[in-house]
């Protein structure tokens, strides 16, 4: 079967859900996102860009720039009505790691099935740690992220220490709902982004 064909099997199946995609820092989460948005004709929705453009509160930029998650509240207060905007509705959603602390997960679970966008599948774009570094060794001379400083070296590393201990379990919980698509996040991105859509179909 083509691709155009299979594409638009996972485009009847999805509706107007949402995809939700969750990976360790450099797998490409925002970049396979945008790609997934544009073929499903979807809208991307990051919690990281929203809260990093959000001006209210001085101590939430603060906490993002020690690369530690901000408290599970105030992220729900900014980050999900979001979801529920009515320029949004009947269309697709694909969300980059949103609800990232274990307990967030069934915010997220709940207003995207009220704003008729269901969490319907959940990739985990994997790499391990030592690839991480690698793409941030990479990444560095390029500047191709902008100017973020949760890149930060040293700040890299409590970003994959709150990966591990607050949102792999918010994988889990999504595994337990059979939600989960693992996807060997260390391929090329061309790469990857065709395993995301074999996947897809297969889960379909």
């Known amino acids: 079967m083509q691709e155009s064909e299979k594409i638009n099997t996972i485009k009847k199946w999805l509706g107007s859900g949402s995809i939700n995609i969750f990976g360790r820092p450099f797998a490409g989460k925002d970049t396979q996102g945008q790609r997934l948005a544009m073929l499903l004709d ?16 001085k101590h939430i930029k603060k906490a993002m ?100 201990n607050k949102t792999e379990p918010v994988l889990e919980v999504y595994r337990k709902l059979g939600l989960v698509i693992e996807v060997d996040g260390s391929q090329t991105t061309e790469e990857v982004a065709q395993i995301i859509i074999e996947k897809l179909y297969d889960f379909v």
């Open 42 to 57: 979807g809208t991307l929705i990051g919690g990281g860009e929203i809260l990093r453009s959000d001006t209210r509160t």
């Open 65 to 164: 720039h020690t690369g530690m998650l901000i408290p599970s509240r105030e992220y729900v207060k900014i980050v999900l009505p979001n979801l529920s905007h009515t320029d949004l509705a009947s269309r697709p959603i694909i969300l980059s790691s949103v609800g990232r602390w274990i307990g967030e997960e069934s915010s997220v679970i709940k207003v995207t099935q009220a704003s008729g966008h269901p969490i319907m599948a959940v990739i985990d774009l994997a790499i391990d740690e030592d690839i991480v570094r690698s793409r941030w060794q990479l990444a560095r001379p390029i500047g191709d992220r902008g100017r973020r400083h949760d890149d930060a070296g040293e700040i890299l590393e409590i970003r994959l220490r709150e990966f591990k």
